[in-house]
C-alpha cells in the first residue's frame, strides 16, 4: 500500500511539473527553450521534473507577496471602516424609518 501511495505522489510530482511547462510563459523559461523543457520533463520523468524545479522554473519576484500586509494601501477593509458604507447604511435606515 505504500508503495502505491509513492508511485502516485511520484506520477502527481511529474505530472505537476509537466503541466507547468506547458503553463509558463515561453520568456520566462530560464536556460533551455519551452519546448526543450517539456521534451526534458516528458523524457526524463523525476530527473527531469526535479531539473525543471531547479533550473528552468520561472523565479519570483522577493518583494512578491501573496496578501498585503495589515495596514499596507490597497488592504482590504471591512464594512465598519469604510465611511462611505456606513454613511450609505445610517441614510438606508433612516428612510426607513
Known amino acids: 500500500m505504500a ?3 509513492l508511485v502516485l505522489i511520484l506520477v502527481g510530482v511529474w505530472l505537476f511539473c509537466l503541466f507547468e511547462v506547458l503553463g509558463t510563459d515561453e520568456t520566462d523559461v530560464r ?3 519551452k519546448f526543450g523543457w517539456f521534451l ?3 523524457l526524463g520523468f523525476l530527473l527531469g521534473a526535479g531539473a525543471w524545479l531547479l533550473f528552468g522554473r520561472p523565479r519570483r519576484a522577493r518583494e512578491e507577496t501573496v496578501w498585503p500586509l ?3 494601501s490597497g ?3 471591512g ?3 469604510d465611511p462611505a458604507f ?3 447604511l445610517d441614510r438606508r ?3 426607513d424609518e
Request: hydrophobic share 45%; aromatic share 4%; no cysteine.
Open 86 to 88: 456606513l454613511e450609505d
Open 40 to 42: 526534458v520533463v516528458l
Open 3 to 5: 508503495f502505491v501511495l
Open 70 to 72: 495589515p495596514g499596507a
Open 31 to 33: 536556460h533551455l527553450p
Open 75 to 77: 488592504a482590504p477593509k
Open 93 to 95: 435606515l433612516r428612510d
Open 79 to 81: 464594512p465598519d471602516d
